[in-house]
Structure formats: structure tokens, C-alpha cells
């Protein structure tokens, strides 16, 4: 089993920073994907980011260039360093893994850290 703890999260003004982390402790192999996901009031969970084994990165259209995800294989963590804040950027934001294991899929979820974004 794996469990993931996220931190980071807090209340910013627009314009300000947060970094979040999240370690995965537990039976987990280091050919994972590890990913950030959110999920705003009255609206669907989406895609922040994610990061593969191989260090390639995605990011949804609405970060680019103001948020940027890095893991440290070492210690099983993944990080959101989020900068120029915006309003919209509020939600509570989740970490996740994804991993193939003898040919089946697993997908491991953290709790969730609230991320708000106000003056």
C-alpha cells in the first residue's frame, strides 16, 4: 500500500508563491508518475501537472510558465513550486501516483491540501 502526504498549501495574495510537497512512502517503484491535480469549488478535478521517471514534465495550458513540478527519487517526493498566484489558481490541490506493476495499473491519491489565492 502507498500513502502520500502533501503540505504546502496556505492562504497568498495574488501575485505571491507556495511550494508544495508530497512524500509516497510504502511499496512504490521508482518507474512511477507522480502528479498534481486540483479541484475548485463546483468544478471537476483537473490536471496540473505531472512528471514522469524520466524527468519529462507536462502542465496544464493555465500554469505554464508560473508553476514548475520536480521530484526527488530519493526521498519518493514530488513538489509544486507555484508562482504569480492567481484568484482562479484557488482549489484544493491533490497529489498523485500512477504506476504498472506486472501489466495492472494503480493510481494512488493524498488528501488534499486547500490552496487559496486572495487579497
Known amino acids: 500500500q502507498v500513502q502520500l502526504v502533501e503540505s504546502g498549501g496556505g492562504l497568498v495574495q495574488p501575485g505571491g508563491s507556495l511550494r508544495l510537497s508530497c512524500a509516497a512512502s510504502g511499496s512504490i517503484f521508482s518507474t512511477n508518475t507522480m502528479g498534481w491535480y486540483r479541484q475548485a469549488p463546483g468544478k471537476q478535478r483537473e490536471l496540473v501537472a505531472n512528471?514522469?521517471?524520466?524527468?519529462?514534465?507536462n502542465y496544464a495550458d493555465s500554469v505554464k510558465g508560473r508553476f514548475t513540478i520536480s521530484r526527488d527519487n530519493a526521498k519518493n517526493t514530488v513538489y509544486l513550486q507555484m508562482n504569480s498566484l492567481e484568484p482562479e489558481d484557488t482549489a484544493v490541490y491533490y497529489c498523485?501516483?500512477?504506476?504498472?506493476?506486472?501489466?495492472?495499473?494503480?493510481?494512488?491519491w493524498g488528501q488534499g491540501t486547500q490552496v487559496t489565492v486572495s487579497s
Open positions: 498523485n501516483v500512477g504506476e504498472v506493476v506486472a501489466g495492472k495499473s494503480y493510481s494512488y
Open positions: 512528471i514522469f521517471s524520466s524527468g519529462m514534465t
